[in-house]
C-alpha cells in the first residue's frame, strides 16, 4: 500500500488534538504521546475554536522502528491532522526479519500540523493503545490551557 492511499485517513480519530508531550522510551522501545483528544466541538470558525476535550495517552510499544520529525515554533502548539494504521507497506517489507521475530507488526501514520510545517510521522510497533482520562475541560484557542466545564 502506497502512502497516497492512507495519508487522508483519521483511523485514530485523532484530528485537531492537541500534543502536549512526546516521550521516546529506548529501553523499554515504547513512545508515548500525551494529548488533548478532541470528544467535542464546541465552537469552531476560521480563526478560533473552542472543544471539549480529555487528557489522553497514546502508547506504541514494541517499537523496532520510528521516523518521529518533529518541531516546536513560538506561539504555536502541535495538533494531530492525520491518522492511519496500515497493514500492508513498503516500511513494514523494510523491517528485518529478526525485528519481526514471530511478532504481528503494525505500521502507524500520524500527520501533524507543527504550525507553519506539516510533519509525517511513521511507527512500526507490536501494539498500540489509547487511555482517556476521565475529565472532560474546554480548551479555546487561546491556549490558555484548561478548565473545567
Known sequence: ????????????QLYDSVIKKLIVDHENKSIEVHFLKVVERVDRGE????????????????VVYANL????EFDEWSEFYRSAIVKSSRMLERVPERAKSNK???HIYLGIDNGNEYNQQDIVCSSYS????????????DFEWLYEE
Do not use: W
Not at 500500500?1 to 485514530?12: A, C, P
Not at 520529525?69 to 516546536?72: A, D, T
Open 69 to 72: 520529525p518533529y518541531c516546536m
Open 47 to 62: 480563526h478560533n475554536f473552542t472543544y471539549k476535550v480529555r487528557e489522553a495517552i497514546l502508547t506504541f510499544s514494541g
Open 130 to 141: 489509547m487511555e482517556l482520562g476521565p475529565n472532560e475541560y474546554i480548551l479555546h484557542d
Open 104 to 106: 504481528l507488526l503494525q
Open 1 to 12: 500500500m502506497s502512502i497516497e492511499d492512507y495519508k487522508n485517513n483519521d483511523d485514530l
